[in-house]
């Protein structure tokens, strides 16, 4: 504790704007709670954190990352266990990725004691703004940018840090429908497709859109080099069940390395089920669809930790999968993991770490 008082200074809002939000329905992404992180990187070194009144940040447009995306972030969440505790899960994760993102980025690199004692700090401030289990949880957004006022094309050297948090509802979500295409690409191997880099969202949202005017919630991507290894979908990875074995592509530099991924895949293999991360291609699973094989898919994100996927358009034909009643493998994993998540199954992982 001393070394968080220490390290992060505090400017508290004056005026709290909790009472203002109905926390039974929470519109999803619009509500930011009352404090925000702004740590600053200049001249060589960064400057110690600050927590401050949520609002905007004076910037220019010459600002780098504007325009030429020099820009990373996270997501993550906190949890309020049954027992009313704040919950993170696996910070260290998101800690070590925005490192990696920011390395391929050409960014200098964040010190952990600044990232985890400006993240705790902000949640304990906030805390009140963990919704309940019923309600939801913090969603908690990093945001790493370069701000040199400059508009040659080369590194930044100043940059910003800032974490903001947002309340969200639970995530009841309908299960999905997917549109694998040849006509566009997320990443290429030796892009930035394993970074969790701002232009990676910014160029799916035309592809993203046109799936949407056909029927789909989102693209299911495919490799940019064959065009039919499928790599994942918008903020999810993806996993199939074939023949009762759980499929998920493997990581190959293209892919965002996921969390719930990484924590699917060990709770998965420790409670016996088979498990293979291999490239598995689109026509693979539409031959296991053809012949009755294929079982289930799922994606598994924060934000929703586990998607059942409804539907799979690809080549003008739909591949609709069983009722997720009828399913097992993605029902119960999505479970669990919530349940591990809320503090309410034992972590013999060491994942969940209180805020
Ligand atoms: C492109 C992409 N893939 C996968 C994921 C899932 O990652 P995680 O489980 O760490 O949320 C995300 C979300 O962060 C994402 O944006």
Redesign the pocket.
Known sequence: MNILESTVKVQHTSQSRLHQVDMNHIPFGKIFSDHMVVAHYRNGKWEQPEIVPYGPLALTPAVSSLNYGQSVFE?MKAFRSIDGEPLLFRPQENFRRINRSAARLCMPQIPEDLFMDSLRELIRLDEKWIPTKEQGSLYIRPLYFATDEFIGVKASESYVLTMFTCPVGPYYSEPVSLLASKEFIRAAIGGTGAA?AAG?YASAMLPDKLAKAKGYNNVLWLDAQHHHYVE?C????IFFVIDGVVITPSLTGT??Q????NSALKVLRQSGYQVEERPISIYEVQAAYYDGRLQEAFG????ATISHIAKIGFAGEDMILPEVEDRKVGPWLGGKLERIKFGIDEDPYGWVVKA
Do not use: D, H, S
């Open positions: 997501g969790k990676n994942e918008g903020t999810m990875n892919i965002l996921g969390i719930t991924r598994a994100g924060t934000a």
